[in-house]
Every structure is written in structure tokens, then in C-alpha cells.
């Protein structure tokens, strides 16, 4: 069974930074996508950062150049490099993966989820 174990969420002010890690049971040569999802009460789950195997890498348009998605294979984890947060980006951030595609709102596996909280 494939698990993904997200870590690095918390409460941070507007401005500042976090980083989340997200680290696969099994090797991440198993996954040619991964991604950051978010969601918030109420809303659908969206994907907020995608790369792949290749490290290629999009961004949704109210992250990009604020947020960095990278994949460390020798560490076997999928990084977030949250840079500039405001409070609209207080969410729950998933790690989703699939073993060759992830959609915008789905992924064949997912993490448990970690709260990010951004104060004004």
C-alpha cells in the first residue's frame, strides 16, 4: 500500500516562508507526477504545483514565483518552498501523486494533509 507522509505545515505571518516535504513508502522512481494540493472548508481540492519525473514543473497563477515545487530522488521526497505567504493561501496542503499523471482535482494516491495558517 502506498503512503504518503506530507510534513513542514504550521502557522507562520503574513511575508514569511515554510517549507513542506512529502516522502512515498516505496521509491518515488514509482511516480512520473507529483504535486500540492490545497483546499479550504468548503472548496474543491486544487492543484496549486505539478512536476514531473523529468523535473518539469507548472504553477497555479496566484503561487507562481512565490512558490517552488522540486524532487530530491536521492532523498526520496517532493519539496514546497513557500515564499511570501498571505492568508489566502491558509489551506490544507495534500501530497498527491500518480504513477503517470495527476489531474487538477485527483491524483491515484494521496498524503493526509498538513495545515498551513498564514496571519495578517
Known amino acids: 500500500q502506498v503512503r504518503l507522509v506530507e510534513s513542514g505545515g504550521g502557522l507562520v505571518q503574513a511575508g514569511g516562508s515554510l517549507r513542506l516535504s512529502c516522502a512515498p513508502s516505496g521509491s518515488i522512481f514509482r511516480f512520473n507526477a507529483m504535486g500540492w494540493y490545497r483546499q479550504v472548508p468548503g472548496k474543491q481540492r486544487e492543484l496549486v504545483a505539478r512536476i514531473t519525473s523529468g523535473g518539469t514543473a507548472t504553477y497555479e497563477d496566484s503561487v507562481k514565483g512565490r512558490f517552488t515545487i522540486s524532487r530530491d530522488n536521492a532523498k526520496n521526497t517532493m519539496n514546497l518552498q513557500m515564499n511570501s505567504l498571505k492568508p489566502e493561501d491558509t489551506a490544507v496542503y495534500y501530497c498527491?501523486?500518480?504513477?503517470?499523471?495527476?489531474?487538477?482535482?485527483?491524483?491515484?494516491?494521496w498524503g493526509q494533509g498538513t495545515q498551513v495558517t498564514v496571519s495578517s
Open positions: 498527491g501523486a500518480g504513477e503517470s499523471v495527476i489531474y487538477s482535482r485527483s491524483a491515484d494516491y
